[in-house]
């Protein structure tokens, strides 16, 4: 369920388009008549790249009679996040740790050094 | 350039099984035919889908002979978190604003109830 939903996040966000109409609603609510003015396409372009960030639940549209206004809905970012800070700080703690490995083999290897200057 | 960079990653991710693989990458790195043991797919399947990954910038392969490993790049995260950070602040900054207002009209009008309680 929470994978399909990611999915369809994660894809609506993958066109610029799509992007810039998010980076809009952010400022503030607009109809789709008013989200298409700036672009070269066709409001049932529009209307199509908004029904993408509806069904991914990034957008809401008020129910209220003729102007419908589309809403950013910001917490699905929080699904994203998550799922990308999970997997940032499991990489990140990784490579802390070949990090601490090769500081100890190079902490060896000195030792060693040391050892045989301290011999010869 | 970056707009196209983004739209790539956030393609990549879009789908359940990648997302899998970048999960498993942030463990350890992994050949394609490791990667592709629990899946019920072709090793030529998840090849493709690690050709996604790699040009989205997620997974490098290591060009050292037979093995080549994939490994996980997660700097290429912090593309998307940037995106993310940058409109969802905004887009709460504007609710923190609209409450402001809102909370403003309470007060307006618990002073208007007050004046005709009293003056009643």
Redesign the interface.
Known sequence: MA??R???V??A????TR?DI??R????DATVGELAEPYDVSVQAVSKHLRVLTDAGLVSRSRDAQRRPCR?E?EV?DL??K???R??V???E?FRRLDAVLAEMDDEQRATDDRRGAAS
């Open positions: 994978d399909d990611l999915s369809r994660f894809a966000l993958a066109d610029p992007r998010v980076a609603l952010s400022i503030t950013l910001p970012f994203m996040t799922w990308i800070e997997y940032r499991q990489a990140e990784r």
